[in-house]
């Protein structure tokens, strides 16, 4: 698949070859849904955690006399039906992450790519290199470009300028090419890649 090669003034610079093993396939909405739900469950934090009947703070002095009192038997203030008592069966501390093979990792990854080519939003640029940090200079192209909500994802590392200009802009995203992910990929409306990283992700898919 061959698509053209933008520079960051928006002039077409020759054409790139896409694989279609990476960038052309059928997207499969299971698949990236599966791969979604994992990484969102691998970042929930699972530190949610109430206090049990043996730890909530509360004498454990028999409340009231066993028989004769016209109630149901207590010993206890700390048990869960009492206001301020322990909580029966709540959440403790656990990680939410559940496993996926490296194979279908790899699979959702260039169903998100594919995904995006198909839509007709995966841009290539030339590069994503700035020789001053400016961020008023790179808003001003990405205006001109028309990328509203777009994620940027750039060879080995990321052209230091370019990272510093676009941190205080609003729906851009830059990322190094280990760092591209489904998630990521399908919260932008357009997806970016510069030539370096086309090749990076080939060599990391393949």
């Known amino acids: 698949m061959k698509t053209d090669v933008l520079t960051l003034d928006g002039a ?13 396939l059928e997207p499969r909405a299971d698949i990236l849904h599966r791969m979604v739900r994992w990484q969102r469950n691998n970042a929930q934090q699972g530190t949610h955690k109430v206090k049990t009947r043996s730890e909530t703070s509360y004498s454990t002095k028999k409340i009231y ?31 939410h992450g559940h496993d996926l093979t490296k194979k279908f ?40 470009l028309g990328w509203k909500r777009a994620l940027i994802i750039d060879g080995q590392s990321v052209n230091e300028n370019f990272a510093k200009a676009a941190q205080n802009l609003e729906g851009l995203d830059v990322l190094p090419s280990m ?22 992700l080939e060599a990391r898919l393949k």
């Open 12 to 24: 077409t610079n020759g054409s790139v070859d896409l694989d279609d093993e990476i960038f052309g």
């Open 65 to 95: 006399r066993q028989k004769g009192t016209g109630g149901a038997r207590h010993g206890d203030r700390n048990a869960p039906i009492f206001r301020k008592g322990g909580v029966y069966k709540g959440p403790t501390p656990r990680s």
């Open 105 to 144: 990792r790899k699979l959702g990854l260039k169903h998100a790519l594919s995904a995006k080519a198909r839509e007709g939003n995966l841009i290539v640029i030339e590069s994503a290199d700035l020789a001053e940090a400016k961020t008023k200079m790179l808003a001003s192209k990405v205006k001109e």
């Open 179 to 200: 760092g591209a992910n489904v998630y990521d990929i399908l919260k932008r409306d357009t997806l970016v890649i510069t030539k370096a990283g086309i090749e990076a």
